[in-house]
């Protein structure tokens, strides 16, 4: 399969570079990979932190929207933040290209949460972000303070996104056990109705990963990088998973700036899917999931 056969791919996980991301740390440390690893070579809009690049990438990879993932962590480690209004500007400002997923203070949830329903009703508002593992202080998926967000996520039918690996973790001053989500199973579990897509797939705990989400039909599992990387580890977890039992809740994403958009959908093509869900990966089941149509 090429890229001009492909349908029209949903990127679950996209940071373009705007002021918002590269005036600080956050673009910077997404491109940690391309910075430390020469096996990712990263875009050249990325180095270049050049959004009409960005946007010729996007088209000529077939790339429809891009989600920004909300990032409001206070000072978690080398992470940096975005402010949800940032979001909120990008997405209004390029409505063709970007879909926005509003993040969680988790040092202040009361506020964040003040701000979300102020925000909610943005056109290509999507969903609420957290990541539990790697904030200023790291707590599990279904930590009691946690409550409030899922339950004002099913209160405005949104999706989270809870964004768990090992080097998040670690990028966030914390060891990686915090990237493990089987306290994920508790949270699908209290909140049947809730749609929960976890970002980074708690990567390298891939295995336990792919029983969770097959134990509990609200999660949705994103890899991104982590099964769009030739000769990454843990891949053929994911794929396994979703060639035999989630086809309907398998997303695509390429961590952009992480990874060059056309490698990551070259790697993507061929880690081994099978062909007849490749379409459901890579726009179906997330636009489905979002409400978002061409």
């Known amino acids: 399969m090429t ?7 949903l990127d679950m996980r996209l940071r373009p570079p705007i002021p918002a991301w590269t005036q600080g740390s956050a673009f910077r440390t997404a491109m940690h990979y391309p910075r430390h690893c020469f096996r990712f070579m990263g ?13 010729e990438e996007m088209e000529s990879a077939n790339i429809r929207y891009g989600v920004l993932m909300g990032r409001a962590s206070a000072g978690a480690g080398n992470l940096g933040s975005v402010k949800n209004k940032d979001i909120v500007d990008a997405i209004n400002d390029y409505p063709d290209h970007f879909l926005g997923f509003l993040g969680v203070d988790l040092e202040n949830i009361p506020s964040s949460l003040s701000e979300i329903r102020e925000y909610a009703s943005t056109a290509n508002i999507k969903g609420i972000s957290i990541e539990p593992g790697s ?16 339950e004002l996520a099913l209160e405005l039918g949104l999706p989270v996104s809870i964004s768990l690996s090992g080097l998040l973790s670690v990028l966030g001053g914390h060891d990686i056990t915090w990237s493990s989500p089987v306290s994920i199973q508790h949270v699908a579990q209290r ?31 994103s890899p991104d990088l982590y099964a769009a990387t030739k000769d990454i580890i ?18 695509f994403g390429s961590a952009y700036p992480v990874k060059d958009i056309h490698e990551a ?9 099978r062909e007849d869900i490749v ?16």
């Open 265 to 273: 959908v070259s790697d993507f093509l061929q880690m081994g899917w």
């Open 43 to 55: 875009a050249r809009s990325a180095w270049l932190e050049s959004l009409d690049l960005l946007f």
């Open 191 to 221: 909140y049947p109705e809730l749609k929960i897509i976890v970002s980074h797939a708690a990567w390298p705990y891939d295995r336990e990963m792919i029983v969770v989400a097959l134990a509990c039909p609200n999660i949705y599992v």
């Open 3 to 9: 890229t001009m056969m492909m349908p029209p791919i």
């Open 135 to 150: 904030g200023q202080k790291p707590r599990w998926s279904d930590d009691e303070s946690l409550h409030p967000v899922y």
């Open 279 to 294: 379409h459901k990966i890579l726009w179906k089941n997330a636009a489905k999931l979002l409400q978002v149509e061409l």
């Open 234 to 251: 843990c891949a053929d977890t994911y794929v396994k998973g979703a060639n035999m039992f989630l086809e309907d809740r398998t997303l």
